[in-house]
Structures are given as C-alpha cells and as structure tokens.
C-alpha cells in the first residue's frame, strides 16, 4: 500500500457488500481458471488479513486494522473476539494491526506472532502472545515485545510477517516511507527499512529476546544487519511461501509506475530505489547499469487506474479452483485479481472491492480480503474432482545434462534449464501400456515426455526441463500423470545454491 492508496482506504470502508457470488468478466479467461467470489463474512472493521494456525481446527482468524484478531469456527456465520490490543496500535492509513504469524508448532506452545504499529510514536513492533491454556478460542494479554523498528514516515510500514518452511519468522519491511525513499534505506543493509527479515524467535541472544540464522547473508562482523533476509524493496506489503516449493513469493508495491511480483531469496538485492520493477528510477542514474539486482518475475504499469498490487498464494489447495502451482494478486485500485501462470498472466476476476489480502485455509483454498469489511472464498464452479490417490508408483528421481548424460548431484541453480532433463524411474519390471503417453509433471507443470527402458530393462520416463526450472534454489515436486488421468505419487527434489 502506498501514500496515494491512502484515500481509497477511508472510501472502501464504506463500500457496498455483495449478496452474492462475484462472477468473473474476462471472457477468454479459460474455463480452469473461471472463478466466483463467495461470501465468507461481512461487517467486519477494515480487516487486512486472513489466516489459519495449522492446528487441524480449520479455523480462521481475521485482523482488523485497529487492532482486533477474530475467530471464525468452521460452519458458523459469524467470528467472535480472538485478542484486543486497540490501546496498543495506532490505526489509520497504512498504519494498524497489520500481521498474525502462528508459531509451527502453535498446538502444543500455543505461541502466535503479531506486526503492529504502535501508540503514541508509530514504531513497527514484533511481539509475540499465547492463546489461553483454558479456551483455544481466546487470546491471552501478556505481551513479549520482540523487535521495535523506528518509522521516519506513516507509510510504507510493510507488515506482513509469517513463519517459513526452515521455521524462522520472517517479515516484510518497508522502506520507512514518504516517497522515493529519501533516507536510501532500502539499499543501506545497516538499516532494517526496506527489507525482509528473517530470525528464530525460539532462541534468544542474551537479553535479546531472539537470534539470527547464522546463515543470513550480512550476519556476523560484516557489514550489515544481521536480521537482514533480502534487501532493495520498497513496501512488501504481503508475501507468501509456496506450500509445495518453499519459494517466497513477495509482491512489492511500486512508487508511480511499476508494481513487481519476485521470488526472494537470500542475500538478494531487488533494487529499490534505483529500480522500480525493471524501470531504472534516476534516482541514482549511475547505479542502473552496475547495481545485480534481482529482476522480478511478473511487473505491471498503472494504466487503467491500477496503482498498488496486493500479493496472493501459489495455489496448492485439493478443490481444483485454479491451477496447480499458479500465483494469484490483486491490484487494490482497481479491485481487479489476476492469476500468474508459467509465466503469462490473465484477468480473473473484475470486482469493486479494495483487496487489501488474500489467505489460506488449512487445506490450501484461497480468500479474499476486501478493506471495507468482507472476507470471500474464491470458487471455481466449473472444478473438476480432485484427482485420485495414486495408483502407480515412482521410485526415483535423477536430473542429468541432456548433452552428455552427467548426472547433476547436488542439483544446484542453472539459468537455463533447457540443457537438462529429469528421468523418473517407474516401479515396474518392464514397460507397462498404461505409462504411454505420460507426462511427468514437475511443480504441476506438464514436461515433454518420453517412456522408454535404461539399459537393464527398467522403465523410466525422461522429460526435458523448461527454462526457467533451475534458475531459483528450492523444491522441484515431481509426479506422473497418465493419459487416463491416474496419478503416481510424488517425489521431491532440492535445488540449492551453487
């Protein structure tokens, strides 16, 4: 979010509700990716995210931005008071109750994580509170403040924070605000502005309430802060991991032109303020051609009125409502969400809605978050049923160089792909019929495929990687699907840095 969205804020308060499903507009949306808006929740006082605490309760919790969280029980119509913590926060424009994190293992430490702006001085603070040991539907009072951050600006306070895949928290930080970023902190790693952070709350430093992974890049004597995960951004407003991959997926909000989706990763600089998305600002015209910055994967203009992007999830939800393995975001101008997918992007659905989130249910279905006070499930009426258990197996997995056959072990990041190929061993003696025609799938993207046998007989299918597989460190989730639409299980792979 940004100064400039700051009036959209007090109108979407006002906004008028939906009585029913919202239905998209882009007739050359294709039917997989037609989705409907169904109502969750109304009435609510500008809520800004959605969650789940991945304790099997299926419940969900709304933050609303003056500082309330609240509880919806699975089938009721209506939440009621998690925590209340208004006297802390100071709530209005981009400031307030901005971030919920439960800790992984919430079930047994009953520990959750709140990103607020505080009473009187504006300062973002970390703190963490444990639900009460007699009522799982109640928060208790106790404060632990972990981290304060100073705010030069009332905007640009970032505010998302959540735990990852390694268990340590991270959290979105802005760059401090005004606009341009006229302190250069995004870029100044001995400032915490600008950046995503990343520290272990289980593990204190002294009197320091947490540590630092010793493998955040500036950690140690080196220049630079030690909480330091990724630099060079400008308002990380919402990111996400991807449940299958552990990518980190981050949508930062641009400054007058661009509005960028990238994948984090550690140590990376994004480039702001000398780039805005691809564009170089001036700002600091002799850094656009020398600063490495981290291009993103997915930019946008504001033409048509778009103006701030709201980030989404990689959907992994069972419901078939969009594609596996695609990216869903909004632009909160506009109330349009789109759907990034191998790389293209489409218009799913037209709305007059303020999006200021979107979340996850516990089995990976999609909401949407709009700030006038609306909480929607995101549907596809035309769905397939899920697919079946599988019903063949693979043993495992090898990815080698096309070229000479070398296997690649450990498989580290490559910037084309397309000179490698995956070869997934089947269980079987001999090539059966029903594997011809298979495609492997690799993070829910169909390969090029062929079904053959290695030199003792065995069955294997080889596949050629797309490009773009290999350029990022993380998980490559592999499957086959047969023509007849069985499916084998899944096995996973590690891409790591060189």
Known sequence: MKTSTLAFFLVAILASLYPAPLRAIAQDTPAA??????????????????????????????VEQPGRIKVLQPGDASPTLFLDITSKVLSGGERGLLGLAFHPQFPTNRRFFVDYTRQPDGATVIAEYRVSEFDSNIAGTAEKVLLVIP??????????????????????????????????????TSELLGKILRIDVDNANGSQPYSSPADNPFFGPDV???????????????????????????ADVGQGQREEIDIITRG????????????????????CSSLRAIAPIAEYDHANGRCSITGGYV???????????????????????????????SLLLDTNLNISSFGEDEGGEIYVVGLGGTV??????????????????????????????????????KNNAKKYEVVVFEQASAPVQASINAKVLVN????????????????????????????????LVIEVLRADGSRSNQLTLQVVEE
């Not at 400008?234 to 997926?249: E, K, V």
């Not at 769905?383 to 072990?409: C, M, Y």
Request: aromatic share 10%.
């Open 151 to 188: 705010q030069p600006f009332a905007n640009h306070n970032g505010g998302m924070i959540e735990f990852g895949p390694d268990g340590f928290l991270y959290i979105a930080m802005g760059d401090g605000g005004s606009a341009n970023d006229p302190g250069n902190r995004a870029q100044n």
């Open 33 to 62: 990716t037609r989705i409907e808006l169904q109502p969750v929740l109304s009435g609510l006082s500008s809520p800004v995210y959605i969650t789940n605490a991945h304790d099997g309760s299926n419940r969900l919790f709304i």
């Open 224 to 250: 630079g802060r030690d909480e330091i995960y990724a630099y060079g951004l400008r308002n990380p407003w919402r990111f996400s991991f991807d449940r299958a991959t552990g990518q980190l997926y981050a």
């Open 444 to 475: 829910g993207t169909e390969l090029t495929t062929d079904y053959t046998t290695t030199d003792s007989g065995a069955p294997i299918f080889v596949a050629r990687l797309n490009k773009k597989m290999l350029r990022h460190p993380g998980a």
């Open 376 to 413: 929607h499930r995101v549907i596809n009426p035309e769905a397939q049923p899920p697919a079946p258990a599988p019903s063949f197996a693979i043993t495992s997995v090898i990815v080698r160089r096309r070229s000479s056959g070398e296997q690649l072990d450990p498989i580290t990041v």
């Open 268 to 287: 990376g600089n994004y480039g702001w303020r000398v780039f805005e998305g691809t564009r170089c600002t001036n700002l600091n015209p002799s850094l």
């Open 315 to 345: 959907y992994r939800g069972t419901k078939s409502s969009l594609p596996l393995g695609s990216y869903i975001y909004a632009d909160f101008c506009t109330g349009e969400i789109f759907l990034l997918n191998d790389g293209a992007t």
